[in-house]
């Protein structure tokens, strides 16, 4: 067990401001009268996702799908898989992809991929996190709450080996989960 407090990267009061600004132009760029596609990348988006979701103005829909992970690894070998397809039907619909974090850009690359062949009105792509000093695969990401440093961050729905997930804020541990 882990008994180490993560070392505080990105206060509660931070997020919660900022997750409240990308809310706001995230339902200031949603056509007016359409409905967005909210789909979250599980498991991380959790938190985010919920928070997120709740202070949009524009109307919203939630999906989930799963995609391969590192497992109990650190590091991402690029190959991603779909573990969990998403119910909804994304054909004709306005999506936005919401990731709890942008490592080397493979699995928003190949999400990006999949869901933009199946027909949406529009896709977008939404992180909470990204790893800017990591990225190997160019994907844009249109709203971003911040860059981070290549450490293993944990809270706000992110964990190390399945803990942390339910911190307030986002900090950083020396342990990995390899
Ligand atoms: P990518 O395909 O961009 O390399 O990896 C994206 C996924 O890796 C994220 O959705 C997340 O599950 C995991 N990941 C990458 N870096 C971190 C990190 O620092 N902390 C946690 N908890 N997950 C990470």
């Given at each position: 067990?882990?008994?180490t407090?993560?070392?505080?990267?990105?206060s509660?009061?931070s997020?919660?401001a900022?997750?409240s600004?990308?809310?706001?132009?995230?339902s200031e760029?949603?056509?007016a009268?359409?409905?967005?596609?909210?789909?979250?990348?599980?498991?991380?988006?959790?938190i985010?996702l919920?928070?997120?979701?709740?202070?949009l103005?524009?109307?919203?829909?939630?999906?989930f799908?799963?995609?391969s992970?590192?497992?109990?690894?650190?590091?991402?070998?690029?190959a991603?898989?779909?573990?969990?397809?998403?119910?909804?039907?994304?054909?004709?619909?306005?999506?936005?992809?919401?990731e709890?974090?942008?490592?080397?850009?493979h699995?928003?690359?190949?999400?990006?991929?999949?869901?933009?062949?199946r027909?949406?009105?529009?896709?977008?792509t939404?992180a909470?996190?990204?790893?800017?000093?990591?990225?190997?695969?160019?994907?844009?990401?249109d709203?971003?709450?911040?860059?981070?440093?290549?450490?293993?961050v944990?809270?706000?729905?992110?964990?190390?080996?399945?803990?942390?997930?339910?911190?307030?804020?986002?900090?950083?541990?020396?342990a990995s989960?390899?």
């Amino acid at each position: 067990m882990p008994t180490t407090k993560p070392e505080l990267l990105i206060s509660e009061e931070s997020i919660q401001a900022r997750v409240s600004e990308l809310a706001r132009r995230i339902s200031e760029d949603c056509p007016a009268g359409e409905e967005l596609l909210l789909v979250g990348v599980l498991r991380g988006c959790f938190i985010f996702l919920a928070d997120l979701s709740r202070r949009l103005t524009a109307q919203a829909r939630i999906d989930f799908v799963a995609l391969s992970s590192y497992g109990q690894a650190t590091r991402t070998t690029g190959a991603v898989r779909l573990l969990m397809e998403p119910r909804a039907d994304i054909e004709g619909k306005h999506v936005l992809i919401v990731e709890d974090i942008v490592d080397t850009g493979h699995t928003l690359h190949y999400l990006v991929g999949i869901l933009g062949a199946r027909g949406p009105a529009s896709l977008k792509t939404c992180a909470l996190l990204r790893k800017p000093s990591r990225m190997e695969k160019k994907v844009t990401i249109d709203y971003l709450g911040f860059d981070v440093p290549d450490r293993w961050v944990v809270g706000y729905g992110l964990d190390c080996a399945d803990r942390y997930r339910g911190l307030p804020y986002i900090g950083v541990v020396n342990a990995s989960p390899e």
